[in-house]
């Protein structure tokens, strides 16, 4: 298998555990949090200010707004002149290209289908999933309440939503920007799995 597969997905939609399970299956290497150590370490940005980019995006008008604002000053972090959330943004699409580089993996989130979209060796996954199961999920899998859950998967599809609509410039949910979209709800997880390497023919 000489795919470089990315996983975008719902949350609570099992996008994360098809990521896995696909990176097990073929062997190769699965990112997700691990990107965001490794470009710290390359960058020299603390882990916490690329969770604290992502969880800016709340409210996409209000995102834009504070975006535009260099929080640091004038201090130089080797984008002059890019407000704090691009240069963020760069640092961690410069790691992906790397990892892509390296050879077959599975990426989780983070933009990476539009990081990687001019590689013809990319295969661009969308997992999405009824509220129900998604509801379902959270409450089992995170020991949340069904109330807290549905705020959870709210406030998180919206994060990604606009975080997705301010880099790239089209909305997370447009399906045509996919390869393949797989619904977990209908098919589970292991059987999105199995379609997935159906469909790549491995």
Known sequence: MNKVITISRQ???GGRE???KLAEHYGI????NELITRAAKESGFAEETFARAEDKATNSLLYS????INVYGNQDFGFSGLSLDDRIFLAQSDVIRKVA???PCVIVGRCADYVLKERTNTFNVFVQASLDF?????VENYGE???KAGEIILKNDKRRANYYNYHV???WTNLTNYDMVVRSDIAGIDKAVESICTYLGE
Do not use: C, I, N
């Open 65 to 68: 707004l504070a975006m535009g």
């Open 145 to 147: 309440s069904e109330k």
């Open 18 to 20: 098809v990521g896995q």
């Open 11 to 13: 949350y609570g939609s």
């Open 29 to 32: 290497p699965f990112y997700d």
């Open 169 to 171: 410039g089209e909305k």
């Open 134 to 138: 998604r509801l379902k999920r959270v």
């Open 101 to 103: 580089d390296d050879g």
